[in-house]
């Protein structure tokens, strides 16, 4: 059960990464979207993107100058899998090195991994009980949450209504709804805002 989205970029990679938004000024406060796709010789294979936003369910990672965006049906595919940038004499790109792939194709660019955990269906059940005990009390004051998608202990709620866009959408989200999920079921290690 993943308890926090963990997408590794070693200095050489952000920097490459850094570099590649500050090329362009149309990249101002990109940030960088990662994903494993279905498809290749193995199974999957990896997706990097330069991206204006997070995607509505996608999990942020904070890095040094930018965001990693993982969308939720990534997110446990990825976990755990740390990004190089690498340069040779013959080529030069990003390279994986993820703890959940295995049987990699000799093409170097598919892989396959596990699939999704049992538990998460119960987790879900138990994070959407929770939610219709919390819900009440953000309604009462003209709001809502729904939850967007829950990965291993990690919850993205959108905020709507009076929640939604107001200067204490974090702290409704931290104060009140990460709390009693907290309480409510025990596997829940964050709450995250979708975007």
């Known amino acids: 059960m993943i308890s926090k989205l963990q997408v590794t970029l070693t200095e050489q990679a952000a920097g490459q990464v850094r570099a590649l938004l500050a090329r362009e000024e149309e990249t101002t406060g990109y940030g ?11 199974g999957y294979t990896y997706s990097l993107a330069l991206a204006p936003a997070a995607q509505k369910g996608d999990i942020i990672v904070r890095q040094d100058g930018f965001d990693v965006f993982v969308d939720s049906a990534s997110a446990s595919i990825v976990h755990g899998v740390r990004i190089d940038y690498v340069e040779s004499l013959t080529s030069s790109g990003f390279v994986f090195a ?3 792939s295995s049987d990699p194709c000799s093409c170097g660019s598919s892989f396959s991994a596990p699939e999704p ?5 119960t987790l879900w059940r138990q994070v959407d009980e929770a939610m219709q005990q919390i819900r009440p009390f953000l309604q009462r004051d003209g709001g809502d949450a729904t ?4 990965t291993g202990g990690v919850v993205s709620v959108q905020l709507t209504g009076a929640c939604g866009g107001c200067s204490s959408a974090l702290d409704t989200l931290a104060g009140v709804i ?6 409510s079921v025990p596997a829940v290690e964050r709450v995250v805002l979708a975007h």
């Open 117 to 121: 955990n049992g538990n998460e269906e």
């Open 98 to 100: 993820n703890p959940n």
């Open 178 to 183: 990460e709390r009693q999920l907290k309480e």
């Open 32 to 42: 960088l979207r990662v994903g494993a796709q279905p498809g290749g010789c193995a």
């Open 147 to 150: 939850v967007v998608d829950v």
